[in-house]
């Protein structure tokens, strides 16, 4: 894997990963991470991605990894980055994934930069915050109304709250725990750095979360599909029937008994449909 850093606005770089060298003609797949995660496309799909002649292309956040920081960030200006990395890289049209918090990051992209994204993937997506007809935090565990709730109060207000010794409880059930004992026990080798750096990534995520998005996902032209478990507590299933309900291209496939960690189970299945799109 190509690792390098892009410049992507004066003076800010972002840490960039690429499975395929330069000028390859596999169809660009960009990795988005959940929270909080450095940006190391997903090992548990690199086979499947292989079986589907496919590149994967992503970045470490700003704040986390080697990418500085970019203070007031938003989903859209996420999806300038990500067009600043693809311009770099000389691609064209790609396709976006994305996992957890990084579920709501493709959708900012195909909101923005329109017709260059040619399809998504979204599992586990958060919704826009304060969207009609959502409660947003229902059904949400403790913990990420603590993060969350004070994320919408604004940076300094979540800054505090981590500075407190705030330790987030994703309230583990015996099905995650065993399930991690697979391949997607990656989460845990790309989360552990990520929260031993300092918290400022994961911080101005949660802030992104729950301010204005910048795009309005009811704009997205590309295929869209979206994957959650119906006992997701992390980012609650109803956050997916909204965005299927308000996105006009978009599939929702619930699966009954996943949460959020073991909905990434079913990524290949999603990645199957992403590949019969581009």
């Known amino acids: 894997m190509i690792q390098l850093d892009v410049e992507v606005a004066a003076g800010r770089t972002l840490h960039v990963y690429d499975t395929a060298p330069a000028g390859s003609e596999l169809p660009p797949v960009l990795w988005h991470h959940g929270t909080p995660n450095l940006g ?15 590149r994967w292309v992503s970045f470490d956040r700003p704040g986390y990894g080697r990418s500085a920081l970019a203070p007031g960030r938003t989903v859209a200006s996420l ?21 957890s918090g990084g579920g709501t990051y493709p959708l900012g992209c195909a909101a923005v930069l329109r017709d260059r994204v040619q399809a998504v ?16 935090f229902a ?17 300094e207000a979540r800054a505090a709250l981590q500075e407190s010794g705030f330790a987030y409880d994703c309230e583990f059930t015996a099905a995650d725990l065993a399930f991690f004992e ?19 990534g994961q911080i101005d995520d949660d802030v992104s979360y729950t301010h204005a998005w910048g795009c309005d996902p009811g704009t997205i032209s590309a295929p869209v599909l979206l994957l959650h ?10 956050h997916g029937t909204w965005l299927a309900a308000h996105c006009p291209t978009a599939e929702l496939r619930l699966r009954a008994d996943d949460s959020h960690f073991t909905i990434t189970g079913h990524a290949e299945e999603g990645l199957d449909w992403l590949r019969r799109q581009i």
């Open 40 to 54: 190391s496309p997903p090992e548990p799909l690199f086979a499947a991605a292989g079986r589907l002649g496919l």
């Open 79 to 99: 999806a300038a980055d990500a067009a600043a990395v693809a311009d770099t890289l000389g691609i064209g049209r790609f396709a976006v994934v994305g996992y």
């Open 121 to 136: 993937l979204s599992l586990a997506g958060i919704a826009p915050y304060g969207a009609d007809g959502l409660d947003w």
């Open 139 to 155: 059904g949400m565990v403790p913990s990420g109304v603590a993060a969350l709730g004070t994320a919408a109060a604004g940076r």
């Open 182 to 200: 697979g391949s997607w026990g990656w989460l845990g080798k790309m989360g552990e750095p990520a929260l031993a750096a300092d918290p400022y």
């Open 229 to 238: 478990g119906a006992a997701d507590r992390i980012v609650p299933a109803s």
